[in-house]
């Protein structure tokens, strides 16, 4: 056990855990920050999607020690004083979920795409959430929740 | 709606907690621990009993309440019924039915599900009954219950009820306009009402908030991770639990050392029976723990993949035969008789549910009473198998079933909910239990594999004369044809499965839609008629014309000509009381035959619909869900073991697998209400498998139509997806 001090959602976080344990059980099992999720453990699936300096990561390979210089984002850290991002609120609106367990992964997926490309086209989406795995198939509507907020985001566009 | 973890947690660590089982109750003491108030109980008529009472644990629903609503003093409504929430969107379009009938807005109500201490016993949350069944119920009992606010107030103002109108959470008298709000009724009152007959109920063409687009209930939880699913749930002092596989199935245990997983911090492994289990501090220790076990298993010899259908034909479950499920006339002379004929097989591999979120659950031991938050269809089943492992009363068990990361059938079972009570018994602690992925692609059960034979015969004018249909192993689900025929013969052979099989969404329909209207295709192709026309002209069935022609409409068929690279094909059907045609448009790579779904339009009607965007969500899930299927999922064993417990080897349908999907709704308001969790799966495979047959005259027979890999001993055609 080794103590860690982890930058999750804009706050330090003193943490004690196994070097190589992930960064996924840490946040789900140490920190309660349940909202990841676990789907597979071997990064087949997306739900455990986390943002580490921005970019989508399969928090389930990652060992808590390699993320400990990183700034994380879950899902909890997404909305900012009680507004949802554009993104989660797309996803609201679209109705882009069945049972929602895919759900917290597909938005920081999406939200890393759309940080990197702001006005993806439908082959750009399909080919960044590949691996993501929605078991209900609510595939059609996150492709629209994606275009959603990318207009949402886009300059001049009023929310 | 008040959000669910507020009101119903409170509710739940009341006094309620340490109560006996609702049903049981005192409906009064019900009463004394709302704080007052209306309460109303619904018991099952006979008719609502016959259909979905039979069999389950003696459970006579008749006898029993089968939901109860209570208004309190602030007017909230709580609707308590033991179904689940697994993503069919039931919470929502439930509420709507209630808000409907009582006459109050959507946000007035607050659904409390699947707690076995709370809600009324009930089989569970399958078979696309919630809808047809508990949508009828919680209608009947929220109209009685605006029935008795209308006399409360009548009594009040010494009036008559039936000048009295209810409306917004308010009745009002229309003579003067002075109104009182439900819990201004309410308050004070002890008020119980049993209601057993059907009230009249409001037809859906004056439906305003039922029959609508409501958006799913508490959503908002949903994308920000607030929702706590039953993997999410924790306790003080919590352990965490992790339990022995063998490494095959039918294995016996050779030797077993545990020293050194025993040694580690925290540890302590618990061996009862078969069962060898551990528990840690954290997940990561028991993980690590449960790697430092060593044991060694003898596995026995088992079959495989290879020679399963012939195997599954010829290994009847029981040793016997029981009999055709339906005959009319007289199929073998007309068979005999008919100027054309076609006889083929069709077969379908086993193919794992693999929600995302696998078996989960948390147990904890207080004075005697086990309390276990887990993810299943059927938490008073779960109990039943709590009370059956750990020999305890109903009072002693209590199941509670967070709304969970889905189960499409499967998970029926509590295999997890027993492992943690056991963990925490020894433990002396709460424990939690998750079963890994390869856990549930292993250990949990398998939508049967099964082989269908079909013979059929026609005249050379098109129509059909004989039909006869068996089903081995997959199941008698759909397996009459809706088509008519004059004579038949229908029979599903129940079989010895080498693997551990169950329910799943749609049963065997998927295996006897694929089967019945490939061969519908098949015909069509011999009697040199268009396939459409074809069923069409064997069709009396209104509806399921109205489906097919709705589909074909919106998807351009006879405008459409197949080319070797592009085919177009339609499938449908009946189950359930939902009614689908599919239409699908395939593109195939000449070299490669690589298949790629293009464009699925379904048609769908199932009565008067509850809530369309909700459906349309089913429906396209379903489909997706169908793909899956029909091109590449299925299990691969041999001796014992699953040979693609992964998502690396087990494909599941992702973005790039998703045609374009348009969904035709046909809104029958006249007709009542049924479930559209399930059949909106069936019409998929059959359709794809006859756009491919169109394109390149090739018929695929075997489910998964265009795997990765052939099996060794069955024909591979050779096409990929
Ligand atoms: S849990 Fe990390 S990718 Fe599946
Ligand atoms: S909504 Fe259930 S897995 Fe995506």
Known sequence: MGDFVLNVNGARL???????????????????????????????????????????????????????????????????????????????????????????????????????????????????????????GTYPRIVEAVKRASRLLAPGASR | MNHRDEPVTEFVQGSLSARPCISEMDRRDFLKVLGGGLLVCLTQTSSWAQESGRGFGGHELSKELSAWLHIAADGEVKVFTGKVEVGQNIRTSLAQLVAEELRVPFDAITMVMGDTDLTPWDMGTFGSRTTPTMGPQLRTMAAAARQMLLEIAAQRWHVDPAGLTAAGGKVTDPQNTRSLAYGELSRGEKLVKTVSSEERLTPAPEWKIAGT????????????????????????????????RPNGFNAALASLDTSAAEKLPGVKVVRDGDFIGLVAPDAFAAQRALAAIQAKWNVPAQSSNQGLFAYLKNNPENGRDDGPQHVSGSVEPALAGADLKLEEQYSVAYIAHAPLEPRAAVAEWIDGKLTVWTGTQRPFGVRDELMQAFHLSPAQVRVIQPDMGSGYGGKHTGEAAVEAARLAKAAGKPVKVVWTRSEEFTWAYLRPAGLIEIKAGAQHNGTLVAWEHHNYNSG??????????????????????????????????????FA???????????????????????????????????????????????????????????????????????????????????????????????????????????????????????????????????????????????????????????????????????????????????????RLRNMPMAPRSGVLGEPDPGFRS
């Open chain 2, 516 to 698: 019945r209207e490939s061969h519908m295709d098949g015909m069509a192709h011999v009697v040199s008629m268009d396939p459409l026309e074809f069923r069409l002209k064997n069709l009396t069935d209104p509806r399921l014309q109205a489906v097919f022609q709705a589909a074909a409409e919106k998807f351009g068929w006879g405008r459409l000509k197949s080319t070797p690279e592009r085919g177009f094909g339609i499938a449908g059907g009946l189950d359930k009381g939902g009614y689908v045609a599919t239409c699908a448009e395939v593109e195939i790579d000449a070299a490669s035959r690589r298949v790629r779904i293009r464009r699925i339009v379904q048609a769908w009607e199932c009565g008067a619909i509850v809530n369309p965007d909700g459906l349309r969500n089913q429906l396209a899930g379903a489909i997706v869900q169908g793909i899956g299927g029909a091109l590449f999922e299925r299990i691969l064993f041999a001796d014992g073991r699953i040979l693609n417990p992964h998502f690396a080897q087990y494909r599941v349908p992702r973005f790039s697998d998703t045609p374009q999907i348009e969904v035709v709704l046909i809104d029958r308001k006249d007709l009542p209400s049924a479930g559209a969790g399930e059949t909106g799966l069936v019409g998929v495979a059959p359709a794809v498998g006859n756009a491919i047959f169109a394109a390149s005259g090739i």
């Open chain 2, 213 to 244: 687009a409501v958006p799913k209930a508490e959503g908002r939880d949903f994308v920000t991770g607030k929702h706590k699913y039953p993997s999410d749930i924790t306790r003080p002092e919590m352990m965490f639990g992790a339990v022995l």
């Open chain 1, 14 to 136: 003193r943490v004690s855990a196994s070097a190589e344990e992930t960064l996924l059980s840490v946040l789900r099992n140490r920190l309660n920050l349940t909202g990841t999720k676990y789907g597979c453990g071997e990064g087949q699936c997306g739900a455990c999607t986390v943002l580490l300096d921005g970019r989508a990561t399969r928090s389930c390979l990652v060992p808590v020690e390699s993320a400990a210089k990183a700034k994380i984002v879950t899902i909890e850290g997404l909305a900012q004083n009680g507004k949802l991002s554009a993104i989660q609120q797309a996803f609201l609106d679209e109705g882009a979920f069945q049972c929602g367990y895919c759900t917290s992964g597909m938005i920081l997926g999406a939200t890393s795409l759309l940080h990197e490309r702001h006005n993806p086209t439908e082959e750009q989406i399909v080919e960044a959430m590949e691996g993501h795995i929605c078991r209900c």
């Open chain 2, 476 to 513: 008698p689900a759909a397996i009459g044809t809706p088509y008519s025929v004059a004579n038949q013969l229908i029979q599903y052979h129940a079989a010895k499965s080498p693997l551990r099989q169950g329910s799943y969404r749609g049963l065997a329909s998927t295996a006897n839609h």
